[in-house]
């Protein structure tokens, strides 16, 4: 392993994240209207993690080559698609906060935030015109995806079905899905061999859920996060930790279980769940269950070839989980 190429690739990685985010700041000035123009911009502006585009970026480096303007197309396709889907997350969740400032719903009300998310869907879709027809076909079906797997998350499970596999299946549609997609159309545009980009596509889908599994954890054990702490339990929504502790048969749990069920609108509820939550033993297993899925991404790595790029992959596993910590 040569640290210089390492470093070398980090630089190219740097590189090409300056190029896309320089492209995203571009894109509300498309808007002809000021007020859109603004209101596109507030959530784009505030930047977040960018980790999808990290991973169009670095996949874009498992082919023979990859042009930066299609890698930037490729990366802002899939940013926009996902900031879209924020300003529509955040008018169902009737969040005050996203990225530590104001949600877009909070600073110009909901209508406007969901027509933004509109106008950014209908931007994102113009721009993956320019990739081809796969391409187009990919972005629609994760769009697909993504959508069912918020209306799950709505809805919540069918009678019968195991409310810890439907919890699954939703992450998997409202997160994992547009990973999985960052990763093949970076890997795609850099004209991959078939089999690696199989082999990212089912990487990208299980880093995915790691990522929103490390979130929902996240949401209850800091108070750091750039969003309103508690927001799932506000909400009703059950994640890893409040599923494993609904599945324990300890009368203690049973209790704390009965309360987050109960509902928390009261804001001196919601800390007493949220510090008894923190306290408890699922908080461990969830970790630990985390762990044990990011393993499982880490061994769809074998197929690709060595290189900084599976290198980079391979921190990537360590670094999700981290989050979580």
């Not at 507030?42 to 303007?69: D, Q, T």
């Not at 408890?280 to 899925?293: D, F, K, T, Y």
């Amino acid at each position: 392993m040569s640290q210089a190429e390492d470093d070398a690739f980090a630089g190219a990685i740097d590189e090409q994240l300056a190029a896309i985010e320089h492209r995203l700041g571009q894109v509300a000035l498309g808007a002809d209207n000021p007020f859109l123009a603004e209101a596109a911009d507030h959530v784009i502006r505030a930047g977040g993690k960018r980790f999808r585009p990290m991973l169009v970026a670095v996949a874009s480096h498992l082919g023979p080559r990859a042009e930066l303007a299609d890698v930037v197309r490729a990366a802002v396709v899939i940013e926009l698609t996902h900031v879209a889907s924020l300003y529509h997350d955040d008018v169902m969740d009737e969040a005050d906060l996203r990225r530590g400032v104001p949600s877009a719903n909070a600073a110009f009300g909901n209508s406007t935030a969901i027509m933004v998310g509109d106008w950014l869907f209908a931007r994102a879709s113009t721009e993956v015109t320019h990739l081809g027809t796969d391409y187009v076909r990919l972005q629609a079906e994760t769009f697909a995806e993504l959508v069912a797997g918020q209306i799950g998350e709505m809805k919540g499970p069918r009678p019968g079905v195991d409310p810890m596999e439907h919890y699954l299946r939703v992450i998997e549609g409202k997160t994992g899905a547009l990973i999985r997609t960052s990763a093949l159309f970076g890997a795609m545009v850099s004209g991959a061999d078939r089999r690696v980009v199989d082999a990212i596509g089912r990487y990208g889908m299980r880093i995915g859920v790691v990522f929103q599994l490390a979130d929902d954890l996240i949401d209850i054990t800091s108070d750091e996060t750039g969003k309103t702490p508690g927001t799932d339990l506000r909400e009703g929504v059950l994640t890893l930790p409040t599923l494993m502790l609904a599945a324990s048969d300890d009368p203690a749990d049973a209790e704390l279980t009965a309360l987050i069920r109960t509902g928390l609108g009261d804001d001196a509820e919601l800390a007493r769940a949220l510090a008894a939550l923190r306290a408890s033993h699922v908080i461990g297993e969830a970790r630990a269950e985390i762990e044990r899925r990011a393993e499982l991404a880490r061994a769809e790595l074998s197929v690709l070839p060595a290189g900084p790029a599976r290198r980079a992959l391979d921190r990537l596993c360590d670094e999700v989980v981290s989050r979580s910590v």
